[in-house]
């Protein structure tokens, strides 16, 4: 009999297509355009690219237009982005944001440019912003919707076409009132565009959309401009605060049904990845209906079931004074069971989409492994209202509350911080080698390691960790993480190796030696430089040790600095393919007469970001994409996209 799909990948494949679905029809794609050339350096190009879409996306938030460069000579990136002016400005980001996950399938070629019913957004190698024609302007008529009175319509629509076009500004809307029909339309210029291209480019629109008629709709998608006509008022209906509010009622009918009880979610997932599946896949068959409560009635005979009362009880009702600390996908508070057991209560929230996920994820591969630098999974509750994971507990937290903490950051002296880099190092090396899986852990950060009375490490959250077969190389998922950590490659083509976890690990590694936090982002530094363009500086003029944790210098071996300087800086190299695997990384850290290759530059974005949190807490993010394809509009987060 051929293999099942895991439980949790259909639940989590049904909930995701099911919310897709729903966002592609927001903002439909009109046309993308991908360019023949190919970048010559594909991974620095990459790097600039998020670096040139990073910018675009901080002005979009602010007014709806943006134009950026980034990086030099032949791998320079240009940007621009561009809301059409009948949107709101939530519509506005959203639009972006659509935009911006769909425009990479592009990479790696050195231009492309998408148009959507709402949005437009552009990246070149050369400084295009200022062009408002060229050979690749067109048009897209939608020929099934032509008019019944065609003399008529064409005249009426000519007229406004041609307003349109003779108008002033850069921002045009109109009707044209027949006896019978009224003809709506829209003029939109880049803003980048002076009066005279822009009249020029609407021009050449309105001569090339002229050809659509009859047809009831009609677009002309030029360089610096656009221009649309249609039957339907469609800049009225996406106008004002409307779609606003059906944004909010879609996310929270979706919270909403994420509390029902998991056997009825999942039953539910499971005949909607039935219908999704059928005809494609023979191997899905009924043995998944029936596992989703054989799953739960497994755990809750096993050694891993609690219920969920003692839980409660544990908590004293979750409690905020024995919450722990908060992640991307749920709260942690210390419990201490009816036997005098204290353990950590993880409670997942319940207002995403992959809360099902996270939980079937972490409990299947956690429980699978063990290491000394590995948290303990101890078990879990899945009959009560909610989805509770118990854990060992640990007397020190996580490692960010001593790291970024001015007072508390004294307690790591330098042989706690090597045994903590050492240590972090062996339990990856393990989850990519030497477990009964090969794992991937996807979230490193100094959150997520964990410190026993000892200030000795332990990986936690496991609920983004994806898992290989050992034919695998590599795995095309969802993108992953916590902004800062990821991955630039992993970012922009969503292949998954443990690569990530080695860049991920790197800036960890960074981030201990130096006491700072990295959040790609100049605004809280004094040096006007992120933490990586900062330490590539200081590594490329050979004063390094001049940005050591003041807290640690001078009360350690230079040498041992520089040399977990180095290893880190190895760590986060922009090619994936010179990272060293986790074996060689603890090798070189613990063999002082080992040679270190000579790092090449890593991937760092010095471009104004928003401000991290202040309470020093992390975010981490799942967006819904795959290489290559329509993506959720969550995946907004990749770009920094925020509400005012």
């Given amino acids: 009999m051929a293999k099942t799909t895991p439980i949790h990948v259909v639940i989590f494949l049904a909930i ?45 938030a602010r007014d709806g237009f943006g134009t950026s460069v980034s990086g030099n000579s ?31 399938v592009c990479l790696p070629v050195e231009g492309g440019r998408i148009y959507l019913d709402g949005c437009f957004l552009r990246y070149e190698n050369w400084n295009f912003p200022s062009e408002a024609m060229d050979d690749k302007d067109t048009v897209v008529c939608d020929y099934s919707k032509n008019s019944s009175n065609p003399n008529d319509f064409r005249e009426l629509a ?29 003029a939109q210029c880049w803003r980048s565009l002076d009066s005279r291209a822009c009249s020029d480019c609407l021009t050449s629109a309105a001569n090339g959309v002229r050809g659509c008629l009859p047809a009831k709709e009609g677009r002309a998608l030029n360089a610096g401009c656009f221009l649309r006509y249609s039957t339907s008022p469609f800049y009225l209906q996406q106008s004002g605060s409307g779609r606003g509010s059906i944004v909010t009622r879609h ?34 068959d009924s043995d998944d209906m029936e596992g989703s409560s054989e799953i739960i009635k497994a755990i809750s005979q096993s050694h891993l079931g609690f219920k969920y009362e003692d839980l409660r009880k544990a908590t004293k009702n979750f409690e905020d004074a024995n919450k722990l600390g908060q992640g991307g996908y749920g709260s942690v508070y210390k419990g201490v069971l ?6 950590a209560v993880k409670r997942l929230f319940f207002n995403t989409r ?20 590995l948290v303990k999974l101890l078990g879990c509750s899945v009959e009560g209202p909610e989805s509770l994971l118990v854990y060992e507990y640990l007397s020190n937290s996580s490692l960010d509350r001593f790291l970024f903490d001015p007072f508390r950051r004294k307690l790591l002296d330098w042989r706690r911080r090597f045994d903590i880099i050492v240590g972090t190092a062996e339990g990856l090396a393990y989850l ?16 997520n390691i964990l410190l026993d009375e000892k200030f000795r490490p332990k990986i936690a959250d496991f609920g983004l960790a994806r898992y290989f077969a050992e034919d695998q190389s590599h795995l095309s998922t969802g993108i992953a993480g916590t902004l800062g950590y990821m991955a630039p490659e992993y970012v922009i083509h969503g292949q998954l190796t443990e690569k990530a976890d080695i860049y991920s690990y790197g800036v960890l590694v960074l981030e201990m030696v130096t006491g700072r936090k990295n959040n790609n982002s100049i605004s809280t530094s004094v040096e006007g430089h992120s933490l990586m363009s900062l330490i590539w500086k ?87 994409s795959t290489t290559k394809s329509q993506v959720s509009i969550n995946g907004m987060s990749v770009s920094m996209v925020r509400g005012r």
Wanted: one cysteine or more.
């Fill in 158 to 186: 000519g007229k406004l076409v041609r307003n349109l076009s003779l108008g002033e500004g850069h921002y045009r809307a109109g009707r044209f009132d027949g006896s019978r029909m009224t003809v709506y339309g829209v």
């Fill in 16 to 60: 995701l297509s099911a919310s897709s679905l729903a966002d592609d029809s927001q903002f439909p794609v009109i046309k993308r355009l991908c360019y023949n050339v190919s970048a010559l350096d594909p991974a620095t190009f990459d790097v600039n690219f998020i670096a040139a879409m990073e910018s675009v996306s901080q002005q979009i």
């Fill in 538 to 624: 200081q590594y490329s003029s050979n004063t390094l040790l001049e940005i050591v944790d003041p807290n640690i210098q001078g009360l350690c071996s230079e040498e041992q600095l520089l040399r977990v300087f180095h290893v880190g800086l190895l760590c986060t190299q922009a090619s994936p393919t010179l990272r060293p695997p986790m074996w060689k990384v603890v090798e070189l850290l613990v063999s002082m007469g080992k040679e270190l290759p000579l790092p090449t530059q890593p991937p760092f974005i010095d471009v104004k970001g928003v401000e991290s949190n202040s309470d020093g807490s992390e975010t981490s993010y799942l967006f819904s």
């Fill in 74 to 104: 032949t791998n320079r990136v240009y940007g621009l982005g561009q809301c059409l002016g009948y949107l709101s400005s939530i519509d506005c980001r959203l639009c972006y944001a659509q935009s911006r996950v769909s425009l990479p």
């Fill in 338 to 343: 009816s036997d005098g057991r204290v353990v």
């Fill in 432 to 447: 990519h080698d030497a477990s009964e899986v090969r794992i991937i852990h996807r979230d490193i950060k100094a959150s």
């Fill in 354 to 373: 992959q809360w099902i996920d996270q939980f079937f994820n972490e409990v299947n591969l956690i429980s699978r492994v063990q290491h000394k630098n």
């Fill in 251 to 284: 996310q929270l009918a979706v919270a909403l049904g994420s509390i029902f009880a998991g056997a009825l979610v999942i039953s539910v997932a499971i005949i909607l990845g039935r219908r999704r599946r059928r005809g494609r896949d023979s191997s899905f």
